[in-house]
């Protein structure tokens, strides 16, 4: 099998989708891997460093050719498509939802696209979970950026000038991201307390050291529908929750929102009235940026002033640590792989239950039923 590692195109993309360490394990597989030249740059790895993991370098017409399987982060540029052949699989995050254009030039081309954000929440598949791999990276960075556009410090400190109290951090939407903001918060010595439909959640926030933030005796409380995702909620629900959090952010120096409902837009949970209420100089960083942000007012990439608060989120937070990421990004590719990897066809075999799963196109067509269903 040949497997061609592509440079990405979108702007404000870093990433890159194998690293040495990966390039080296695909290899031992008994693959051929072509790395286009500069994949890397931008994620710190040099051409230098794929060639002496085993692969080969070039250009993109040189790397696309004859390849088995094309890797990439956002999948391949339209441009591209047709030095691809037929019958290869495309592998990446490829936004089903938001690119139902290119996934129908996938179809066109004959090309068997595999979504990577498909990737049933299943035991078996967690190492091969991009989303829980970036979200987990993106909590963690939305605290670090919240606490640079902060004018105060985050821990309490008692100094012979008197003592700074600590700063006051709500946590919306307690998943991946939700979680590892929640714990980064604390490691810098914030309060921190969060909230989210999921009631599951409440034990996980506790554990954690931080306060949970809860409606409670509202009809339709449980809002976990299937794969532990969110579903939406009940209006009653969503009007005790405005309740809740209008009076508990008004307090609050920092404000995380995480909270996503898969193929919807992100549901709004951060009111203008809202961030009026909020003290001048907090923060709110909106990890929903992309999908439509959970925060009135957010401009993915820009730090929006409103009453004094700065909101913020980016388009791409993974984006914004580019090694890392990568590294686990990969790690997640060559899992699936792996995994699915027959040693007598010397090629990747996918059973039913995660290649139906992922698969979006095959045979000239769009085969994904959630895709079709949406
Ligand atoms: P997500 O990114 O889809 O959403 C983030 C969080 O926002 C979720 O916790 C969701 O409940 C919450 N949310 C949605 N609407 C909300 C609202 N109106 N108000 C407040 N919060 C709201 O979530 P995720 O990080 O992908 O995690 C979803 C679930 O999947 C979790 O239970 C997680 O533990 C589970 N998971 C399982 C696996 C696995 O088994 N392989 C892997 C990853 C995640």
């Not at 799963?357 to 095959?362: D, G, I, S």
Request: net charge negative; with cysteine; hydrophobic share 45%.
């Amino acid at each position: 099998q040949r497997i061609a590692v592509l440079k990405e195109r979108a702007s404000g993309e870093t990433r890159v989708s194998a690293t040495p360490e990966t390039v080296k394990k695909l290899a031992a597989l008994g693959a051929s891997i072509a790395v286009e030249s500069g994949a890397g740059i931008t994620a710190s790895i040099s051409d230098e460093a794929y060639r002496a993991a085993g692969a080969e370098v070039g250009p993109v017409e040189t790397v696309v050719s004859g390849a088995d399987i094309v890797l990439g982060v956002q999948g391949v540029d339209p441009a591209l498509l047709g030095a691809v052949k037929p019958g290869a699989w495309v592998i990446g995050i490829l936004d089903p939802f938001g690119q139902r254009e290119r996934i129908h030039a996938y179809a066109s081309a004959g090309l068997e696209a595999l979504a990577m954000e498909f990737m049933p929440r299943i035991t078996r598949a967690q190492s091969m979970d991009v989303l829980s791999s970036q979200s987990n990276l993106a909590g963690y960075k939305a605290v670090i950026e919240a606490a640079n556009l902060y004018g105060r410090a985050f821990p309490m400190m008692m100094t012979a000038a008197g003592t700074i109290s600590a700063a006051k951090c709500f946590v919306m939407g307690v998943g991946v991201a939700g979680l590892q903001a929640i714990a980064t918060a604390r490691r810098l010595g914030a309060q921190v307390s969060a909230t989210d439909v999921r009631s599951a959640t409440k034990e996980q926030i506790l554990s954690l050291g931080a306060k949970p933030i809860f409606v409670e005796n509202v009809e339709g409380i449980e809002g976990e529908g299937s794969g532990g995702y969110a579903t939406e909620m009940s209006e009653e629900y969503q009007k005790a929750q405005a309740e809740l959090v209008s009076s508990h952010i008004a307090k609050q120096d920092i404000v995380i929102t995480t909270a996503l409902i898969p193929g919807l837009a992100a549901p709004r949970l951060v009111t203008d009235a809202q961030i009026a209420s909020m003290k001048a100089g907090s923060v709110i960083f909106d990890l929903a940026a992309p999908q439509g942000g959970n925060v009135e007012g957010t401009v993915p990439d820009q730090v929006v002033e409103k009453h004094g608060v700065k909101i913020v989120g980016f388009s791409n937070t993974p984006a914004h640590l580019p090694a890392d990421a990568s590294a686990l990004y990969a790690r997640n590719l060559f899992n699936f792989l792996s995994a699915f990897w027959d040693k007598e066809q010397g090629k990747p075999v996918l059973d039913e239950e995660i290649g139906d799963a992922v698969r979006l196109t095959q045979g000239g067509k769009i085969v994904s039923e959630r895709l079709q269903r949406a």
